[in-house]
């Protein structure tokens, strides 16, 4: 940036993916919104497959106030808005997606919140007075409904619209907050207002448009990240967020597992007689098919939620599945053997009686199990998988 460009009172930081012909359009509004205040606009994309740093290097060329971060390393949304405000000169920092459907007419109110001291972050809400969803379908407002009620309850966020990715906030709270926030964590407003309860929250209303160029970066992973990040600020960095989510796949299994079982007692399926050991026979094929079926969902949702950065996809999937199914297996031994043993040594026994003591060596044998599978798993399934990507 040349040096003759008076100190910014404003800097906006758009983080970009894909967003090459939104781009001109998107500065053009942000100049109309914010005339007769000194700016300055960061562009930070991650090496965008369309060129859209190259557009953005275009238009820096003629308007003095754009800077363009391009990045190479730790792609992602969160990372690329903190590299924005690292770089930001201005008093108060704005983050702005560059998809046009963040309207950058409700800069100047948020300036103007944020500059009377009114609020520490100014939030674009489509929850306040004059804001709104646009055309979103009815599931897509459900499934924002629950996200921002998930938000209140767990972490008493101030604000009506948690899930907001379109804020401005002074550069006190940015730096008094800044080295709390997770780089990777899936919305960098909930960072700020989940990390420092200090922080007073205003909120501006603005309607929310629909995409005109470009593709939605929304996917089934989103639901994910949001979980992951809402139980990260909620209990902090000491637990791993992800084997929270493998502990609820796993409750999930063991819901599944139950009702197949109880189902194919219902419908009458067979013992079966190997004749190979007396020990073994009969086996109840109810069983064997609950375990098989609830082994495949447990591989199944665990590839496409649990691990979703280290998914496998297409035939990879089969081999992966196999050694899935091993490691289960070896939970299940496990599972077992611990059961049989705080069986035979009576553990508890006499405090709790034979049928309560039962229930408890089956919990401590499932949650070793347990423990054990996601070690086995993070180590020779999905592990090898992050491994080769």
Not at 250 to 266: D, I, Q, Y
Request: charged residues 20%; proline residues 4%.
């Amino acid at each position: 940036m040349s040096p003759s460009v008076s100190a910014p009172v404003v800097s906006v930081i758009t983080p970009t993916y894909d967003e090459a012909e939104n781009l001109p359009e998107l500065v053009r509004r942000i100049h109309e919104s914010l005339a007769n205040v000194p700016l300055e606009i960061i562009v930070a994309d991650d090496y965008s497959p369309d060129g859209t740093w190259a557009v953005a290097e275009s238009l820096a060329a003629d308007d003095e106030t754009i800077t363009v971060l391009r990045r190479f390393h730790d792609p992602g949304l969160s990372a690329a808005v903190l590299d924005g405000m690292s770089a930001a000169r201005g008093s108060y920092l704005a983050v702005i997606d560059a998809d046009l459907q963040h309207d950058p007419a409700a800069l100047a109110p948020m300036l103007e919140m944020v500059r009377s001291g009114k609020a520490d972050v100014a939030v674009g809400s489509r929850e306040s007075e004059g804001g709104g969803y646009g055309e979103w379908s009815t599931h897509r407002r459900f499934a924002s409904w629950v996200a921002t009620a998930i938000a209140k309850v767990f972490l008493r966020v101030p604000t009506d619209d948690p899930m907001s990715g379109y804020f401005m906030l002074t550069r006190d709270a940015y730096e008094s907050t800044a080295a709390q926030i997770n780089p990777m964590g899936f919305k960098i407003l909930l960072e700020f207002i989940g990390r420092n309860r200090d922080l007073r929250v205003g909120e501006v209303g603005y309607e929310f448009a629909n995409r005109v160029h470009g593709r939605t970066k929304l996917n089934r992973s989103i639901i994910r990240s949001y979980m992951l990040a809402v139980a990260e600020l909620r209990l902090g960095r000491q637990v791993d967020p992800v084997f929270l989510l493998y502990v609820m796949v796993g409750a999930l299994g063991l819901v599944v597992n139950s009702t197949l079982f109880t189902l194919f007692e219902a419908l009458g399926f067979p013992l079966i007689n190997t004749g190979l050991n007396d020990a073994l026979d009969p086996i109840y094929s109810s069983f064997v098919a609950s375990v098989a079926v609830t082994t495949l969902l447990l591989f199944v949702v665990n590839n496409e939620f649990t691990f979703w950065e280290q998914r496998y996809t297409g035939w990879k999937m089969l081999p992966a599945l196999v050694l899935f199914g091993l490691m289960t297996l070896v939970g299940t031994l496990v599972h077992v053997a611990v059961f049989s043993w705080l069986q035979e040594t009576g553990f508890a026994l006499d405090l709790l009686g034979a049928d309560a003591a039962r229930v408890l060596h089956n919990l401590i044998g499932a949650t070793v199990a347990l423990v054990v599978n996601w070690y086995l798993n993070t180590s020779f399934v999905w592990k090898r998988r992050l491994q080769r990507a």
